[in-house]
């Protein structure tokens, strides 16, 4: 039978959840967990270039550090590698922090998968997620040494493959920006035309945005969405210049931002109030869908919540899967999780009194 897996990393632990895809109520979800308990899980990955789908999961132990898991068994055993996977060299003065993302490449590097991380640096491995490698032209770039901590820390939260040429590569970093390579990473070049920093003297920087999250549109491979800190935007030439889509927005402040697994120009943001506000617009529990790039937004709410709300989304707890229609999910530091399974038109509440949601994760298994 085919399902759908739904992964949610929360500050103390990994919770999994299975329901079969033809089955489109949510009554069908059923959790275990959680894994790594006590641990913070900031990034999972569902890679399913191989024939069993494999997991990894990035966790941080308040007492041994933080680590990367994998399981080819969809959770019900984890390895650990002996050694750290990522790890950064001798003589780079830094030490590994966190694992913020954990990216699979396309189908034609079956075994490459990126790491991204606090500090801001970009890993890469070639064995499935076993070891990881420091790419160090953008740990040198000349831009690196100016990048300041956002309020979350100074971490490469988003890794971006062109499902075209699996050389274009891009990132973004809060608070570095967004960066492109179009060699594999030999060299990289900022990429933030028509984003602002809002709080600094020069409003149009070369770099330095305080970029939230990045999502490609799944037919349109050059347009890109991105949810930058004040800011909503699209960029139709792959990041060559972005342009504002916030117009029609309770607010163009947040944290995340996921486009549909298969229909052009659809994408999902979760607005909060304010950066000194970090609540959801309006103490509304409501997420906003784009059937336009951008153009229009249409405030989705039908199951959610409708007395005032205090659940932050943040950058990667929202997500979607590639049903048909698309499931779309979201987890909040309430410790939350909704899911919509015709595309965010109705949602229902799958967990409550969980722990504070990081991340949220799903993909079709079978």
Partial sequence: MTDVLLAVGTRKGLFLARRPVDRRGQAGWEFDGPHFPAQAVYAVAID??????????????????????R????????QEPPRPAVAFPEGTGASLERVWQLQPSGADEPDVVYAGTEPGALFRSVDGGETFELMRSLWDHPTRERWEPGGGGLGLHTVLTDP????AVTVAVSTGGVYRSDDGGASWFPSNSGVQVVFQPERFPAFGQCVHKVARDPVHADRLFLQNHWGVYRSD???????????GLPSDFGFPIA?????????????LNADSDRVPAGRRCRVYRTDDAGATWRELGAGLPEEQHHGTVLRDALCTDDAEPAGVYFGN????????ADDGDGWRQL???LPDVLCVRAAVLG
């Fill in 71 to 78: 399981s080819d068994d969809l959770g019900a055993s984890w």
């Fill in 237 to 247: 030439d792959a990041g060559g210049s972005w342009t504002s889509i916030g117009e």
């Fill in 333 to 340: 530091r309430n410790g939350e999780v909704f899911g919509s």
């Fill in 259 to 271: 486009t549909h697994p298969r229909l052009p120009g659809v994408a999902y943001v979760f607005p």
């Fill in 48 to 69: 399913r270039r191989r024939e069993r789908p494999r997991l990894l999961v990035g966790a941080d132990s308040s007492h041994w550090g933080p680590s990367v898991f």
């Fill in 351 to 353: 967990a409550r009194h």
């Fill in 164 to 167: 075209r040429d699996p050389k």
